[in-house]
């Protein structure tokens, strides 16, 4: 019988950064992954044509200035993973030929702004500086800490400033802020969909605080030179660097409880795997308890707890190309940086077309001529295909529930991709089929859901973002820190504080819990911005 002290179920990012951080710490580590690789939504394949990396998931990086994981490891320095930082972080060309556009610099964008509206561009600018203060002093140092119960939380806000001007926020939806701040149809739009797009309903109260988060990460996105896929091998390599191992193409029957711990772990074909120390999964919670552990070990009241877990109201339909050449926007008659912008939004020419996609994907319905964003990452990254030529990638918000059952999108997959390219060249003329290369490679809601089995109905982030299963309730109160009921089982997926979107958190959080509760010495140190957070109180 094979021995470890830790079994990590699923080598996505979580779990090969709980397991990075734990073969660090000394302790011998296997991570047991169903796919033929590790890094799951991570990925960069050859889906097109050969030659041309396509980030047929996970694209853009919104908290590498933040992210513990990226210092802790040095992974720049010693595992070469870079990252770019265009100036122009997300464009949004218009129908008449102007364009909207948010820069990394306030000054660029507030001039792009006041185009539109010179009240709106001085409101950008006062919002920009809350929002970044906001995300500085507590947003981002809560995403890389426990979670604590809401009002224990709610308490700490209102003894200080900029508390209490964040949960003015977090009452309100996201189309109440929105509206709140701006005036000018194009920029609301654009601001709401920034807002809303990774997942957060427009009409619901109760996660506001997110809006500062999602707008502020907009201009402050990375993207990985030569894919995403980049992360997961270098933290592969520290696993293995540290004495982990890694068993691929494996599927887990069950979590082995004896006298109320976990023990290890039974693959499909009968092999057991001792895990001594813990057993930490990374799938999601019907899974990891339902599936591996079962009711009867679990407790009927616990069960009803994870059966009650929500998945996402709306998912992504996703088309990789290859390009013969750049796309010209028309839009860049009037600003030529339009044509090197980070993330585009396009089909969206106000905040009711904006909102009917919404409702629309709320009753099971395919848009036509719905908008989405878009990013072709070698404008900024020539070695993702070769010379002179480009990649690009279309993310349109879907839903998986259609009102004649998810098996549509078999059929739809077919059609749609054509529909959302018609919508492109629009905007940019020349992207014309002629200029297409190989395969129009389509992801859908079910495709995601085929490849990625704990993204349940096409959930990027393992479950909705809902008052009720965000911070000290995600997923629920047992195990919103990693911990569960079973002792020596973890979790370590997006399903926990502080959720998905390659955040580098859970995994990290499950980590430390794992390492405090063996006795075992924690070799990374707390961020200075978390230890500030905790001396102003906010923590």
């Known amino acids: 019988m094979a021995k470890y002290d830790v079994v990590i179920i699923g080598a996505?990012?979580?779990?090969?950064?709980?397991?990075?951080?734990?073969?660090?710490?000394?302790?011998?580590?296997?991570?047991?992954e169903k796919r033929y690789e590790a890094g799951g939504g991570l990925a960069t394949e050859e889906v097109t044509w050969p030659g041309f990396l396509s980030n047929t998931h996970a694209v853009y990086m919104m908290m590498v200035d933040y992210a513990p994981a990226y210092n802790d490891f040095e992974i720049e320095r010693k595992y070469d993973v870079r990252h770019v930082y265009p100036s122009l972080q997300v464009a949004m060309p218009l129908a008449d030929g102007r364009s909207l556009c948010l820069y990394s610099d306030v000054e660029k964008t507030c001039r792009s702004i006041a185009q539109f509206s010179q009240k709106d561009a001085a409101a950008y600018a006062e919002m920009s500086a809350?929002?970044?203060?906001?995300?500085?002093?507590?947003?981002?140092?809560?995403?890389?800490?426990p979670p604590v119960p809401a009002i224990e939380q709610a308490v700490k806000l209102e003894l200080t400033e900029l508390g209490r001007d964040l949960s003015?926020?977090?009452?309100?939806?996201?189309?109440?802020?929105?509206?709140?701040?701006?005036?000018?149809e194009h920029v609301r739009t654009l601001m709401l969909y920034l807002a809303c797009h990774w997942g957060l309903p427009y009409d619901v109260e109760g996660v506001g605080y997110l809006v500062p988060l999602y707008i502020n990460r907009a201009v402050n996105t990375r993207m990985v030179v030569g894919g995403s896929h980049r992360i997961s091998q270098a933290f592969t390599k520290v696993i293995l660097e540290n004495g982990g191992a890694m068993m691929t193409t494996t599927l887990v029957k069950r979590i082995i409880v004896d006298g109320g711990s976990a023990r290890g772990i039974e693959l499909t074909d009968g092999t057991v795997i001792e895990a001594n120390r813990a057993v930490v999964s990374s799938l999601d919670p019907h899974q990891t308890f339902l599936k591996l552990v079962g009711e009867k070990i679990l407790g009927q009241e616990?069960?009803?707890?994870?059966?009650?877990?929500?998945?996402?109201?709306w998912s992504l339909f996703q088309v990789d190309v290859a390009l013969e050449e750049s796309p010209n926007f028309l839009a860049a008659r009037g600003n030529p940086d339009v044509n090197n912008a980070l993330m585009y939004v396009l089909g969206y020419e106000s905040v009711d077309e904006l909102i009917h996609h919404f409702d629309a994907m709320a009753a099971g319905q395919v848009v036509e001529g719905a908008g989405f964003n878009l990013c072709f990452p070698t404008l900024?990254?020539?070695?993702?295909?070769?010379?002179?030529?480009?990649?690009?990638?279309?993310?349109?918000?879907?839903?998986?529930?259609?009102?004649?059952?998810?098996?549509?999108?078999?059929?739809?997959?077919?059609?749609?991709?054509?529909?959302l390219l018609a919508t492109l060249r629009r905007y940019a003329p020349n992207v014309t089929d002629d200029k297409l290369m190989g395969t129009v490679y389509a992801t859908s809601p079910l495709d995601i859901e085929n490849k990625f089995n704990n993204m349940v109905q096409g959930s990027i982030k393992q479950g909705k973002y809902h008052p009720l299963q965000m911070g000290f309730l995600r997923p629920n109160e047992d195990c919103s820190d990693g911990r569960t009921p079973v002792k020596n089982l973890y979790l370590c997926g997006a399903c926990i504080h502080p959720g998905g979107l390659v955040l580098l958190g859970s995994g990290y959080l499950a980590a430390g819990?794992?390492?405090d509760d063996l006795g075992v010495a924690r070799w990374w140190t707390e961020p200075a911005y978390v230890q500030e957070a905790r001396a102003n109180g906010l923590l």
Request: hydrophobic residues 45%; without cysteine; charged residues 20%.
């Open 12 to 32: 996505g990012v979580n779990g090969l950064l709980a397991g990075a951080y734990l073969s660090k710490a000394g302790l011998k580590v296997l991570l047991v």
């Open 130 to 145: 809350n929002f970044g203060r906001f995300v500085a002093e507590f947003l981002a140092p809560a995403t890389y800490v």
């Open 168 to 184: 003015a926020y977090s009452e309100k939806s996201p189309q109440a802020i929105v509206d709140g701040l701006f005036e000018n």
């Open 302 to 313: 616990f069960a009803e707890k994870i059966r009650g877990w929500i998945w996402e109201d």
């Open 380 to 419: 900024h990254d020539p070695t993702q295909a070769p010379p002179g030529q480009h990649v690009g990638v279309i993310s349109q918000m879907a839903a998986y529930n259609l009102k004649e059952g998810a098996d549509r999108w078999w059929k739809v997959r077919k059609t749609l991709p054509e529909k």
């Open 513 to 515: 819990a794992v390492a």
